[in-house]
């Protein structure tokens, strides 16, 4: 069965240092999205995406973040410059329109700022 | 903002024994879903509803669209211990088929279950 996959597992960086997440998302959806979970917390979203531009965003995806779908098959979020408050666990997700907006999470990025 | 709120926010149970959670929103949802979380893994997804009154199952598991579209349940019947996750509620905001449609997520229960 397709799945979202995510790299890397984990990340440890110095807080100011700049990140990427990467996220392939199923291959046929068209509809994708960045949520996190600080630990111990319900999941959060923060931004979707769609025909190469961002449809939403909520107050955390402030200008420190942003997001790119590089080629077709990977979508990217970046932190230009982390803050301890960063940490946390990413998840990417994807949906595709036929299925009701179902959306399918991949197994997140656990990202520690020191 | 939107808050979905769930109940219980735990649940410690025998193997064997049926579950019921359930989830109430001050907003109206078009979309609920229902997904289970393993520790340092990402949400699973294992009912969807997409209109009001919808009973569905997958398995052990049913859920339910509420007709007001502010709530769901869901049930696990004859629990056993891999049942063990948290287990969240979330609504689809946004309209269908729209570009917009993000998740609220509740705020999960912890289904412990002893063998």
């Known amino acids: 069965e397709p799945e979202v996959t995510q790299t890397p597992s984990h990340q440890v960086t110095q807080m100011g240092q700049e990140v990427i997440l990467r996220c392939v998302p199923i291959s046929n959806h068209l509809y994708f999205y960045w949520y996190r979970q600080i630990l111990g917390q319900k999941v959060e979203f923060l931004v979707s995406f769609y025909n190469n531009e961002i449809s939403e965003k909520s107050e955390i995806f402030d200008d420190q973040f942003s997001v790119e779908r590089p080629d077709g098959s990977n979508f990217t979020l970046k932190i230009r410059s982390t803050k301890l408050e960063d940490s946390a666990m990413y998840f990417c997700a994807s949906s595709d329109r036929l299925r009701g907006e179902t959306q399918y999470f991949g197994p997140g990025t656990r990202l520690l700022v020191l | 903002g939107q808050q979905l709120n769930q109940s219980p926010q735990s649940m410690f149970i025998q193997e064997g024994e049926d579950v019921s959670m359930n989830c109430t929103s001050s907003?109206?949802?078009?979309?609920w879903l229902w997904y289970k979380q393993d520790p340092g893994e990402g949400p699973v997804l294992l009912i969807a509803l997409y209109k009001a009154g919808e009973l569905t199952s997958n398995g052990r598991l049913t859920a339910q669209f509420g007709t007001t579209r502010k709530d769901s349940f869901l049930n696990i019947s004859a629990s056993i211990p891999s049942d063990v996750g948290i287990y969240f509620c979330a609504g689809l905001s946004g309209g269908y088929g729209g570009a917009t449609n993000k998740l609220i997520f509740g705020t999960g229960t912890l289904l412990a279950v002893q063998p």
């Open positions: 907003s109206i949802f078009n979309t």
